[in-house]
């Protein structure tokens, strides 16, 4: 699980959450473009120049526009990804100004998820 103050998560650790975790958010910060070419399972697509404003909507709001719920501030499993991890780190931060504690960047991105899971 994740520690306070970790800002990073691997495939492995990401790996054995997704699918299995409750709490697990995974925030794809990639362009529509690069999401239509595949996506971890369960993520939820938010371009990484929108993170900060829709981070900042209401739960409602939040709900209604993304089909989940807004995670709290100390959710423990909040993870952004991109394709090799810049603009993941870039959301990552941007969650952390915004009080998301526990936010972290899936180092390697989608494309260390795709070679992983073979696509």
């Not at 938010?46 to 100390?74: C, M, N, Q, R």
Request: a negative charge; one cysteine or more; hydrophobic letters at 35%.
């Amino acid at each position: 699980m994740a520690t306070t103050g970790t800002k990073e998560i691997y495939y492995d650790e990401l790996k054995a959450l997704v699918g299995k975790s409750q709490n697990l958010l995974v925030v794809d910060v990639r362009s529509p473009e690069e999401v239509a070419g595949g996506h971890i399972p369960g993520s939820v697509h938010i371009p990484v120049d929108t993170v900060e404003a829709e981070f900042s909507l209401s739960p409602e709001e939040f709900k209604a526009k993304y089909g989940v719920t807004k995670p709290p501030l100390d959710a423990p499993e909040l993870v952004f990804h991109c394709m090799m991890g810049r603009r993941g780190g870039i959301a990552t931060n941007k969650a952390h100004e915004l009080g998301y504690v526990n936010a972290r960047n899936f180092v390697g991105g989608y494309k260390t998820w795709a070679e992983k899971e073979g696509k």
